[in-house]
């Protein structure tokens, strides 16, 4: 039954995988992918933050390509679950945070960019923040979706909320363990490192979605005072609290990046980092005199501006990109940057060549389909909403980008036109799948056990260490 509801998916890996087997393991980059959780652009000293301490995401940045102009989407599910498939959300069905207590998620057949690299020869790990779907329901989730070993922070887990940092709640062979005294992104970020020593004589993929910034705010370790954590002492607490954490997240980045120099593996290893969406309200960014209020949860500019950084030595020319690059363009951007054969549906463009620096086909607008059924499309200047609100944001000037300056159709009548057609086309994308059901809460745990029992894996709290 399984093999013939998923026989295309089988057939075009086996395929991939011969057409892999005739390259040398030279012609495949390795991939690192770090995200980061509620991180804006305006956060890091690379795209012109004057108040946090960001050394090594700004060292990978003065080596590499930064996208001045990349998004996600306002919230978390919602952007993993386009960077991962390709996908708009509203192809996928992602347009929501997931709660827990559903077996809503992203269906086990649509391919990732863990597919997409498998079947070219690599070999894939993943370590962080899932939250595409409950390990109660599908307790070999990452795996369904491509990755060979994976170490996940366990969140909601047989009606227990567990800890994502002190004391962490980590999936892990099917199995849930409470490391005390550890502390959670040391853990995905030793996993990570530990994987690419593992794999450093073959292709590999790590992916590392971090559950560092997201709150609750707090104060990490700070390696005996060798983090210069923020920049301005006079912060609101908040925003210094705030600092630490994203300066430790910049030390758990470094610590990727030193490992894969002392493995001689830097040349031939592509990085890229962003993060999933905004950053929090409660958080202002200093940008010289400029303060930019974080917009998470909203679709504004600062709710869905991420960073996109990309670094590949001798391959990817140094310097600023202008052109746009969402989440959903990252896998088939992969295909056209690692010469992975593209056989998946997506809503994505191959951008690769914004990266290399070359001629191509560029991104001319950014779409959304958002919570609520709220939808927007922006260009380089404006941006429409669906209920008609319309602003004049260009790219062009940073203060004005995040003015929300309001305009009115009869100012603008044919880029109101232009963007209102755009708007339309994009609304009628319709679901790629909904076979998977909303299961109520009440039989969230018998559908847990029955899933394990399918599975053959021995669930449950498992041991404290």
């Not at 070993?149 to 567990?162: C, N, P, S, T, W």
């Not at 980045?253 to 969406?277: A, C, P, Q, Y």
Request: hydrophobic residues 35%; aromatic residues 12%.
């Amino acid at each position: 039954m399984w093999f013939k509801e998923n026989r295309k998916r089988v057939l075009i890996g086996l395929m991939a995988c011969l057409l892999a087997g005739g390259l040398q393991a030279a012609d495949r980059p390795n991939v690192v992918i770090i995200m980061l959780d509620d991180l804006g652009a305006e956060t890091l000293g690379c795209y012109g933050n004057t108040g946090y301490s960001t050394p090594n995401i700004d060292r990978l940045a003065a080596g590499g390509a930064r996208f001045e102009n990349a998004y996600g989407t306002p919230s978390c599910s919602p952007s993993r679950a386009m960077i991962l498939s390709g996908l708009y959300t509203n192809r996928s069905g992602i347009k929501e945070r997931l709660g827990t207590g559903t077996s809503n998620c992203l269906p086990a057949h649509l391919p990732t960019f863990a597919d997409l690299l498998k079947n070219h020869g690599y070999r894939t790990g993943i370590a962080g923040k899932w939250h595409l779907g409950d390990f109660d329901f599908y307790p070999d989730h990452p795996a369904a979706h491509g990755f060979d070993d994976y170490r996940m922070f366990a969140k909601h887990y047989e009606f227990f909320a567990y800890n994502s940092y002190v004391n962490p709640g980590i999936w892990e062979n099917g199995e849930v363990t409470v490391y005390k005294g550890a502390y959670g992104p040391d853990m995905y970020c030793d996993f990570i490192v530990d994987f690419i020593e593992r794999n450093k004589e073959q292709p590999f993929l790590a992916y590392l979605p971090m559950t560092l910034v997201h709150k609750p705010f707090h104060k990490p370790k700070l390696l005996d005072g060798k983090i210069k954590h923020f920049l301005l002492d006079d912060a609101p607490a908040v925003d210094q609290t705030f600092g630490l954490m994203l300066s430790y997240a910049d030390h758990l980045v470094g610590r990727i990046l030193d490992k894969l120099d002392e493995l001689n593996l830097s040349d031939n290893t592509l990085v890229i980092f962003t993060g999933d969406n905004g950053t929090p309200h409660a958080i202002t960014s200093h940008l010289g005199d400029l303060r930019v209020a974080g917009g998470k949860l909203s679709l504004i500019e600062s709710g869905y501006r991420v960073p996109y950084i990309a670094r590949w030595p001798g391959k990817i020319p140094v310097g600023q990109r202008e052109a746009f690059f969402t989440h959903a363009d990252l896998l088939p951007s992969l295909a056209g940057l690692t010469g992975a054969p593209m056989t998946f549906d997506v809503s994505g463009m191959d951008l690769s060549h914004n990266f290399f620096n070359t001629q191509g086909v560029d991104r001319e607008y950014v779409y959304l389909a958002w919570e609520g059924g709220q939808y927007m499309v922006r260009d380089k200047r404006f941006r429409l909403h669906e209920d008609g609100r319309f602003y004049d944001i260009p790219i062009t000037s940073t203060a004005e980008r995040y003015s929300e300056k309001s305009c009115s159709i009869d100012e603008y009548p044919e880029a109101y036109q232009r963007l209102r057609e755009e708007l339309e086309k994009n609304k009628t994308i319709q679901q790629i799948d909904d076979s998977y059901s909303i299961i109520p809460f009440g039989e969230h745990k018998k559908v847990r056990k029955e899933n394990l029992k399918k599975s053959g894996i021995q669930g449950g709290r498992g041991p404290r260490k």
